[in-house]
């Protein structure tokens, strides 16, 4: 299993973390030190991460184990005790050409673990973390898209799922009068990456939400 070959990379830089068994399920468990960018010891965490029957083209699951986080959506815990470290639009987006063991502990995992420990210290997350569940995912796409109104946000959308992809010298979509390539080209291939089934359901989602206002 593709996960499990990955494990000795993800070990040898992270050495508190060894492998063991879930079942017959091979897993990563251990602890994971949170240190700033001067060398100082903020926390450390006590963790699972648990392969997922589309790694690598969907992150592992990460669990805290040391009861240092609260289990709630508030503090991005879902049901079933795993950490939701990204909307899922961001997960898809990163995993697009696959996503190692090793690069989802230093891009997801240490900074969602980091901002636990700022919040615990200091009462919020760091840097406008998003909602859980659809609320996130709102914010995510306002944030890629950089639009804050919701009608405007589901119209763009509605745009990309309907229309081909512009040319680069096209007036952008979003009607600023820019040339597409100077305005919204990147985040619109980024959100192309999704498919138009998975940007469709988020788009009835965020309808809903709106009309529910």
């Known amino acids: 299993m593709m996960f499990a070959h990955q494990l000795d990379e993800a ?92 690069r989802y502990i230093e891009e997801f995992v240490i900074p969602f673990l980091a901002n636990q420990t700022y919040r615990r210290y200091q009462g919020e997350f760091a840097n406008g973390e998003y909602s859980h569940g659809i609320k996130g995912i709102v914010e995510y796409y306002q944030n890629l898209l950089q639009i804050e109104n919701i009608q405007t946000l589901i119209s763009l959308l509605d745009w990309i799922i309907k229309n081909p992809k512009p040319s680069r010298t096209n007036t952008c979509f979003c009607g600023s009068r820019k040339k597409f390539r100077h305005c919204h080209r990147d985040a619109y291939m980024k959100i192309a990456l999704l498919g138009k089934e ?8 965020i309808i809903s939400l709106y009309n529910a206002k």
């Open 11 to 102: 070990i040898a830089k992270y050495p508190k973390l060894v492998k063991s068994h879930a079942g017959t399920t091979t897993i990563l468990k251990g602890s994971i030190d949170i240190v700033d960018s001067n060398g100082k010891h903020w926390d450390s965490y006590d963790i699972e991460i648990h392969p997922t029957a589309d790694f690598p083209s969907r992150f592992p699951t990460l669990f805290e184990k040391g009861k240092k986080i609260p289990k709630n959506a508030d503090w991005h815990i879902n049901g079933d005790g795993s950490c939701c470290v990204a909307v899922l639009p961001h997960e898809i987006i990163a995993c697009t050409q696959g996503i190692s063991v090793l």
């Open 198 to 205: 998975l940007l469709q359901d988020d788009l009835d989602q």
